[in-house]
């Protein structure tokens, strides 16, 4: 491992993550880096349950990365901490909540399969964060890898340019090796060692490596001023150059740095890691964090405190807290300030995390990610900041879940150490919720899917040794408006000795292609200000419970047309009270529309296979939107209703003798059939 020095310390750090869809090889491109750089002497498999970030007994058991896992490393003098993130639909919180605190990522795709459903979920989010990518075309070993097609679905579903840096050096098990295009140079490992050899270009390549060096110049050029005014002037550009370019293009987004390589055979590692520190940037290269209120703070030891908690673990030893450390500096013992619990906590110690084992610490500094212990009220997404200088940082967005199941301990006398369970769980994954129904009386675990739940379930299960009985999963529906009202006429009046109240409202109700949407055309001040919040507060309490089943209410347009107040008994309460009752008559009024969940599944099965599971997709009433042949396989693609695919895992096994397999991704909510309903 080669060494370096930086001016500036900071200038050596990268906070990354590895981005996948399921299979592709992110805990094994995690596993390899930890060994190139010395970080562990053994290498991890997943198929083993020796890996270092999947340390859950359930991760190791379902051979899937569950849970964002942490870790530090070092290569060539900079500072790697890296974020090993889950590829599983059911977790793309635990993906957001990374995403928020990093600077840079590598995206993994699979040399076979190219771009895949949450590949594209994934790059996506990390688009909306603004967080600078390179790609790696893993498993390039496998019959019927093929680099070029990866790269064009990557440029064809995700909409980068490519910048292709290597060429393969062999083809599915003679892959032996990489040319790389900015030196004109072939790396190559031997199978009975873990060392790069360094060499020329062999013979048979070298016609093939110089066509590409030319087409990376003129992509480069094409989007770069400064290389293209080298390209003009010489015709060609220097490994300088485009290295510099490559790496400003990656900070913009305008390009995408692509390599290759077989992880699980250790090839490709070292050029990956010399890429995301040449590439990616460091907390340096990052704007200022800016908070709610459009304060600034540098990245900058000696500014005030400000860091942002992400991720929440309760383990046997504490509360472990991860937090990405923004600006100034903390130290062990010292005093912060939740500024969203408005209280002052205090860190007890400070750990570097790799995985499940930490290293202490003194102190963290601006652009650490770091684990403390001993805040008490800290979660996900609160803003931790020095006391005489408080700042509030937006948290991490979390998805509203889809499902739910009803838990209850088998024994009665369990059941309040089942309630602290479960709070437990919800405070350290926010895309759980946990509620009582009104009606039932039962306690009702909701998250992003089936396998969501299953997986907290079991947590729960094995560590705080309760037995639980779980009703059979629901999903979660919503209510719109499928057709308004106009001018419906709401008075609220309540006297009973002493102020009473007064308020009265006319309101309008319409679909609305957005959530929820108010707005007043009240005139000549017959509802004042204040009043006409008011309303607006009352009709957003009235969206709770729709006429239709008690499920939310989305979709709609709220229009306050007229009313009129009482000089000395309305009031905001009465008005809030008016909105709120008066929007429930208006929904009773309405046609309203039954929502439920869908999900875009794609399912790949043999070819001799598609004929049954295309009938029963349909019997699910899944509306099938594509289908493709890969080699052997075929790829369905189709819409199915979330609420028909419990279950469907076990159903595709036995039509498909075991080989076929699926994802699902959620798209959004679509109208149930035969429910509209008329008031």
Not at 9 to 37: C, M, Q, Y
Request: charged share 25%; aromatic share 4%; net charge negative.
């Amino acid at each position: 491992m080669r060494t370096t020095t930086n001016p500036n310390p900071l200038a050596a750090v990268r906070n990354l993550g590895i981005l996948a869809h399921v299979d592709a090889g992110k805990t094994t491109v995690t596993e390899r880096i930890l060994f190139a750089t010395g970080t562990t002497h053994k290498r991890g498999e997943v198929h083993d349950g020796t890996t270092v970030t999947d340390f859950d007994p359930q991760e190791r058991d379902r051979g899937i990365t569950i849970f964002a896992a942490a870790v530090s490393c070092a290569w060539d003098g900079h500072r790697l901490n890296l974020i090993d993130t889950p590829g599983h639909v059911d977790f793309a919180d635990e993906v957001e909540r990374s995403l928020r605190v990093l600077d840079g990522a590598v995206a993994v795709f699979d040399a076979v399969a190219g771009v895949e459903p949450q590949s594209e979920s994934v790059w996506r989010q990390a688009d909306r964060h603004g967080v600078p990518r390179i790609a790696f075309v893993n498993k390039l070993d496998r019959a019927g890898a093929d680099l070029d097609a990866a790269v064009e679905s990557i440029r064809s579903r995700l909409h980068p340019a490519p910048l292709v840096v290597q060429l393969p050096i062999g083809s599915e098990d003679g892959f032996t090796g990489v040319v790389d295009l900015l030196r004109m140079r072939a790396l190559t490992w031997a199978d009975d060692t873990t060392a790069v050899d360094e060499g020329p270009v062999p013979d048979g390549l070298r016609e093939e490596a110089l066509r590409r060096r030319r087409l990376l110049e003129e992509a480069v050029a094409e989007r770069h001023p400064a290389a293209l005014e080298e390209f003009c002037d010489r015709e060609t550009l220097s490994a300088g150059t485009l290295t510099a370019a490559l790496r400003d293009l990656t900070h913009s987004g305008d390009g995408v740095v692509v390599l290759c390589g077989s992880a699980y055979r250790n090839r490709g590692v070292e050029p990956l890691l010399d890429a995301v520190v040449a590439y990616l940037p460091s907390p340096l290269d990052v704007p200022a964090v800016r908070g709610e209120h459009g304060e600034e703070r540098p990245c900058d030891p000696a500014a005030p405190f400000v860091a942002l908690a992400f991720k929440v673990n309760a383990t046997p030893t504490g509360r472990l807290t991860y937090v990405r450390v923004y600006s100034g500096t903390i130290e062990k013992g010292a005093t912060v300030w939740d500024a969203r619990a408005r209280r002052s906590e205090r860190i007890g110690r400070i750990l570097r995390v790799q995985a499940d084992r930490h290293a202490p610490l003194e102190r963290a500094v601006a652009g650490d990610i770091v684990a403390v212990v001993g805040l008490k009220s800290a979660r996900a997404g609160s803003t931790l900041c020095a006391p005489d200088a408080p700042l509030v940082l937006e948290p991490p967005g979390v998805a509203e879940p889809v499902v739910s199941v009803a838990v209850e301990a088998e024994r009665s006398v369990d059941t309040d150490r089942l309630a602290s369970a479960l709070a437990r769980l919800a405070d350290e994954d926010p895309s759980l919720v946990v509620r009582t129904d009104a009606e039932t009386g039962q306690t009702l675990l909701s998250g992003m899917g089936e396998l969501h739940l299953e997986v907290a379930v079991e947590k729960v299960r094995r560590e705080h040794g309760l037995t639980l009985n779980v009703g059979r999963p629901r999903v979660s529906y919503r209510e719109t408006v499928g057709r308004g009202v106009s001018g419906l006429v709401f008075r609220h009046v309540k006297q009973d000795g002493g102020a009473g109240q007064f308020a009265h409202v006319v309101l309008d109700v319409e679909p609305s292609a957005e959530g929820f949407e108010f707005r007043s055309a009240v005139v000549g001040g017959r509802v004042p200000q204040e009043y006409v919040r008011a309303v607006e507060a009352g009709c957003r309490d009235a969206l709770a419970e729709g006429p239709l089943g008690g499920h939310p209410v989305t979709g709609l347009r709220v229009t306050l047309t007229d009313g009129s107040t009482h000089v000395k008994d309305s009031s905001d309460t009465a008005f809030r009270t008016a909105g709120r009752f008066g929007l429930r008559e208006a929904l009773r009024a309405c046609a309203m529309v039954l929502l439920e969940p869908v999900v875009e599944v794609t399912v790949t099965v043999p070819e001799d296979a598609v004929g049954a599971v295309l009938g029963d997709l349909a019997a699910r009433r899944g509306r099938v939107s594509g289908s493709l042949t890969r080699g052997a396989s075929a790829i369905v693609t189709a819409t199915v209703p979330l609420a028909e695919l419990f279950g469907y895992a076990t159903r595709l096994r036995s039509r498909t003798q075991g080989r076929g397999t699926f994802t699902a991704r959620p798209t959004g909510y679509a109208a149930a059939p035969a429910v509209t309903t008329a008031r």
